[in-house]
């Protein structure tokens, strides 16, 4: 089992930054996937981006540009770096984590909100 937790949400105003992270713990040898999800309110989770072991990165087109993924697989935790930040982006945002295409572990979430 892998256990995912989430830090470093709060409140910003709009064009601002914050720095999410994801610390991993367990069976880490097990994932070679992690990503972020994010929901906002009456929405469906979306995916926001994900990135391989070995740092290659993908992003959703909404983020691309200003979100960046990033993973320290010696400490076991997963970052994303958000900047210019938009009301819309305004969610909680979940890390997971996985082995290829099955990625079955999920953090409880930090709430990330974004004022205008």
């Known amino acids: 089992q892998v256990q995912l937790v989430e830090s470093g949400g709060g409140l910003v105003q709009a064009g601002g930054s914050l720095r999410l992270s994801c610390a991993a713990s367990?069976?880490?040898?097990?994932?070679?996937?992690m990503g972020w999800y994010r929901q906002a309110p009456g929405k469906q989770r979306e995916w926001v981006a994900t990135i391989s072991s070995g740092g290659s990165a993908n992003y959703a087109g909404s983020v691309k540009g200003r979100f960046t993924i990033s993973r320290d697989n010696a400490e076991n935790t997963l970052y994303l770096q958000m900047n210019s930040l938009k009301p819309e982006d305004t969610a909680a945002y979940y890390c997971?984590?996985?082995?290829?295409?099955?990625?079955?572990?999920w953090g409880q979430g930090t709430q990330v909100t974004v004022s205008s």
């Open positions: 367990g069976t880490t040898f097990s994932i070679n996937v």
């Open positions: 997971n984590a996985g082995r290829d295409s099955y990625r079955p572990y």
